[in-house]
């Protein structure tokens, strides 16, 4: 057995996963459908403050996860996961096989309560739906990480002697600079995905991310912190060389917290809003990738309740935030 576990485990217990999923979840007399999600990750992360390293260190996860659905007179969902180790290895079909008994006895009894509830409460009780999945087509896929610099080719040293430098030149923009912290950290992820119905994806990413937190403070003592990241689903030259994609554009980790650094000892002498008993309009702007992302709308909504929160502590104005619901249709909040 390796002395630890990487991504590379998954070749070991692939097939057995398809195995289950296919055969041992159809066998169940009740279930309609399955999946097993099994993750192993191993990455590495530092952190520094004031230019001192504060902690280094690399780590893995596995874990796993189990959907069923089942039932008689009507179906529901039920769930099993935990998270594994090393010596969980040498018994990973059983404990599977196991998982996916505790799943179908949950799904069973959540089915047979929902059942029991529909007939108890009329027409109320019909709010309870069978659960029925879309009709999909179904895949059997590899989909490799996408990176420059692979995550498991780089030292720690790199990453720490990195953070240590970030945080101490941040320091080094200005005496306002009271306090700042910086980390790193850079993944290799690898999920498998195995289906009842005979879906089969064995999907790798990375992620690397770094952050920084800034507090600055001036002569009259009047104090700003911020703090921000940047990250991508990419590889270790996310935090040294930055990104410059369509919707995800950021510098590298220096140029980003030496930027973020002078913007918190520049609001320090930011002067007070002025107060006014008369409306006004204030005008904000999001990221593009946060405008068009999947949630883009509350991040929105939040940007508005934020900015909102802001203006009442600085200015004492209530603020009416305008939205639009659709094409000639608006609301206010």
């Known amino acids: 057995m390796t002395a630890r576990i990487t991504v590379d485990v998954v070749d070991s ?45 690399d780590d893995y996860g596995l874990s796993f996860g189990i959907r069923v ?10 769930y099993y996961g935990r998270v594994l180790g090393k010596a969980d290895l040498p018994q990973l079909e059983p404990i599977l096989r196991d998982g996916i008994d505790h799943a179908y006895r949950r799904a069973l009894a959540n089915a047979e309560r929902k059942a029991r509830s529909r007939e108890r409460f009329g027409p109320l009780g019909e709010m309870l739906y069978d659960t029925r999945l879309a009709s999909i087509d179904v895949h059997q896929a590899v989909i490799p990480a996408q990176y420059t610099i692979d995550p498991r080719g780089v030292e720690l040293a790199e990453i720490s002697a990195l953070v240590r430098d970030v945080s101490a030149r941040v320091g080094a923009v200005d005496p306002k600079v009271k306090f700042n912290f910086v980390s790193a950290f850079t993944q290799l992820a690898r999920e498998l995905f195995c289906s009842s119905e005979g879906a089969d994806i064995d999907q790798s990413f ?7 937190y800034v507090v600055a403070v001036n002569d009259q003592g009047v104090s700003q912190e911020l703090y921000d990241y940047i990250g991508h689903q990419r590889g270790w030259e996310i935090v040294t060389q930055g990104a410059q994609e369509q919707f995800i554009q950021f510098p590298n980790l220096l140029d980003f917290s030496l930027g973020l650094t002078r913007v918190a000892c520049a609001l320090t002498d930011a002067p007070v809003l002025p107060s006014s008993d008369k409306p006004v309009v204030v005008v904000g702007a999001m990221r593009p990738s946060s405008a068009v992302s999947a949630d883009g709308y509350m991040n929105l909504i939040n940007a508005v309740r934020e900015a909102g929160t802001s203006l009442m502590m600085t200015s004492r104005r209530f603020p009416l935030a305008w939205g639009v619901r659709r094409l000639g249709e608006r609301y206010a909040g």
């Open 69 to 78: 659905i089942a039932g008689k007179a009507i179906a529901a969902p039920g």
């Open 206 to 212: 990375a992620l690397s991310q770094g952050m920084t």
């Open 13 to 57: 217990f692939k097939q057995t996963v398809a195995d289950l999923a296919t055969s041992y979840m159809k066998s169940l007399q009740y279930l309609q459908y399955g999946d097993i999600r099994v993750e192993v990750g191993e990455g590495q992360v530092a952190f520094a403050e004031n230019g001192n390293e504060k902690y280094s260190g």
